[in-house]
Structure formats: C-alpha cells, structure tokens
C-alpha cells in the first residue's frame, strides 16, 4: 500500500523568507509523487510531480521539490515567499501500476505581511 | 482544452432526495476519479475508472453512492437518498495514463439541509 504523510498541518511564513512544507511517503514500489496547490473556494493546480527522472523538480510559481528515496521525502520548497502563495499545500502519491492518486492531510500556508 | 468540467458548481438540496454529479474528462484520458472534501477527513479518494471500467470503490462511502462511467467522456456520481453528512466539496479529475499529472475540475459543493 502507498501512503503520503505531511508533517505540518499549518506553516507560517513571513513574505519574503524561505518556504518549507515537508511530505514523506511509503510504498513498496518506485512512486510518482505529486504536490498540488488549492487557493480558497478554488481546485486543485498541479504545482509539480517527480516520475522518477531527475530527483529535484522544478514547478510553477517557484516553487521546487526534492525526492530523497534514503529519507522517503518529498518536501516542498520555495526560497522566498508571496503573499499570493497562502493557500493549502496537498502532498500526492500515484501508483504507477494502478494510476490511483491518494493525498495526505494537507498543509496550509499563512504568508504574513 | 476546456479542463475537467463539473457540473453543477454548487447543489442545495433536502435530506432523501436524490443527488447527481456530473463531470466531464478531458479528451483522451483514460483514467477518472472523484474525491469528496471535508474539513475533517481532507480529501478522500471514493472512486477510480480505468477505460471505462471501476477499477476501485473501496472509498465509497456506503451503499448510498454510486458511480458510473457509461461512456469516455462522461461519469456521474450519485447519491440516494442523501443525508447531511453527505455535505462536502466533490471533485473529479482525469488522467492520460499511470503515473501522469491529474488535471482537476473546479469542484461541486454540496449542501444537503
């Protein structure tokens, strides 16, 4: 079975300073990992997703993401924070035999002026 | 490509009446799912398709719902009869295949009072 746990429930940042939302996975097999962004009342956006090419992931808006097997993290990082970043963070994981998507709790990201 | 459409945006309806989702994959997807959202459960896989075919609804919640997918194009989640708790934000999102990005639609929020 797979699994994604995010570690923090609510981060707190001021605008301008780094941004660390931390996920960790299990599965038993290679895993495609995936962080999505949801602002207030909207979807959710693919921000990126790992596929098992390069280990450091670039996505949109800034934002990146490094897959550490050794560690099974996937922690997402941004190294200066918008006030247009607050929104909730969901970690994904996506079986590559099934194609099925499970999240974690979520993380939701307070950008203070 | 006008995304994963749902439909309708929101839905205000009595406990024990019927309820039906709509949604629309984009083109030439093969995979389906639907996930509900709450506060407190986050988000909740209830369903996937595979070509057409479930392939898992151990996420379905009771026999209440169910869902089907008679065509490539088109999927319904229903619930019969609806009951309060039932209220949540229902998402489908599609897939081109195992593994790839899963693209979102912006989601049907369900009142049942």
Redesign the interface.
Same mark, same amino acid.
């Not at chain 1, 909207?42 to 693919?46: A, D, E, H, N």
């Not at chain 1, 996506?94 to 979520?106: A, D, E, R, W």
């Given at each position: 079975a797979q699994s994604v746990t995010q570690l923090d429930s609510h981060v707190s940042v001021s605008e301008g300073t780094p941004v660390l939302l931390r996920c960790n996975y299990s599965s038993s097999y290679s895993p +495609?990992l =995936?962080w999505?962004v949801q602002h207030p009342n !909207?979807?959710?956006?693919?921000l990126l !997703?790992y &596929?098992s090419a390069a280990t450091l992931v670039k996505g949109i808006n800034g934002f990146e993401a490094e897959f550490k097997k050794s560690e099974t993290s996937f922690h997402l990082t941004k190294p200066s924070a918008h006030m247009s970043d607050a929104a909730e963070y =969901?970690c994904?994981i %996506?079986? +590559?035999? &099934?194609? !099925?998507?499970? =999240?974690?709790? %979520?993380t939701t990201l307070q950008v203070k002026p | 490509d006008a995304g994963v459409i749902q439909s309708p945006r929101h839905e205000v309806t009595e406990m024990g009446q019927e309820v039906t989702l709509r949604c629309k994959p984009i083109s030439g997807h093969n995979s389906l799912f639907w996930y509900r959202q709450t506060m407190m459960r986050g988000l909740e896989l209830l369903i996937y398709f595979n070509n057409n075919v479930p392939i898992d609804d151990s996420g379905m919640p009771e026999d209440r719902f169910s869902a089907k997918m008679p065509n490539a194009s088109f999927s319904t989640l229903k619930i019969q009869p609806s009951e309060p708790r039932d209220s949540a934000v229902y998402f489908c999102a599609s897939s081109p295949g195992q593994g790839s990005g899963y693209t979102f639609g912006s989601g049907t929020r369900l009142t049942v009072v």
């Open positions: +495609s =995936f999505y !909207k979807g959710l956006q693919l !997703k &596929t =969901f994904g %996506g079986s +590559s035999n &099934t194609g !099925k998507l499970i =999240f974690g709790q %979520g | -």
